[in-house]
């Protein structure tokens, strides 16, 4: 099974902050890793795909990166209604997910 | 409106059965892969099962031999029928559609999720 670690597991910023997250994944995944965002109470929302391919709809803001082992997804001005869990999922063989980053605004 | 709409969660105990359903909108089920993904209280994301637009299906090694997800083309609907059914099991429910690359792929449609207690 291929294990996905998410860095950090909490993250305190201000509005207008450059906000990144860390994913690694055990061995690797080519570029297949998705990003999802989940906000308390609610299903999870697919922000990218493929790494760095940014949903429709998603605002530009969010934008990811990496290939391998390693990837970031990166809010580039974090705001008020970004407060949520992030979550990346590897679908390279089948499907595992990281275990949240959860941003908090300080 | 393209949607994902599951049902039939709720309390029950250790060892018991329940069928969750997903009642899919504006699309075909049959004609894409489709998931569930749980998610414990407080807990992070953890896929359980996929059914190919083929039919063929695929399990997490923590459900295998217990859960089974089928669909009915002509209600256009999913379903995860759970048994032996453990406290672990435990979680809200999501069922999923699923954007294929070759053995799974992201799940680009979620539905609301159905909450499954298992408890004595």
């Known amino acids: 099974d291929i294990h996905m670690t998410q860095s950090p597991s909490t993250l305190s910023a201000s509005i207008g902050d450059r906000v990144t997250i860390t994913c690694r994944a055990s061995?690797?995944?080519?570029?297949?890793l998705a990003w999802y965002q989940q906000k308390p109470g609610k299903a999870p929302n697919l922000l990218i795909y493929?790494?760095?391919t940014l949903e429709s709809g998603v605002p530009s803001r969010f934008s990811g990166s990496g290939s391998g082992t390693e990837f970031t997804l990166t809010i580039s001005s974090l705001q008020p209604d970004d407060l949520a869990t992030y979550y990346c999922?590897?679908?390279?063989?089948?499907?595992?997910f990281g275990q949240g980053t959860k941003v908090e605004i300080k | 409106e393209v949607q994902l709409v599951e049902s039939g969660g709720g309390l029950i105990q250790p060892g018991g059965s329940l069928r969750l359903s997903c009642a899919a909108s504006?699309?075909?089920?049959?004609?894409?892969?489709m998931s569930w993904v749980r998610q414990a209280p407080g807990k992070g994301l953890e896929w359980v099962s996929v059914?190919?637009?083929?039919?063929?299906?695929f399990y997490a090694d923590s459900v295998k031999g217990r859960f089974t997800i089928s669909r009915d083309n002509s209600k256009n609907t999913l379903y995860l029928q759970m048994n032996s059914l453990r406290a672990e099991d435990t979680a809200v429910y999501y069922c999923?559609?699923?954007?294929?690359?070759?053995?799974?792929?992201?799940?680009?449609?979620w539905g609301r999720g159905t909450l499954v207690t298992v408890s004595s």
């Open positions: 504006e699309f075909s089920v049959s004609s894409n892969y």
């Open positions: 059914i190919y637009d083929g039919g063929s299906t």
């Open positions: 999922q590897q679908y390279n063989s089948y499907s595992t």
């Open positions: 493929k790494a760095s």
């Open positions: 061995q690797s995944i080519s570029s297949w």
């Open positions: 999923t559609r699923v954007i294929s690359t070759w053995q799974i792929g992201y799940f680009d449609l």
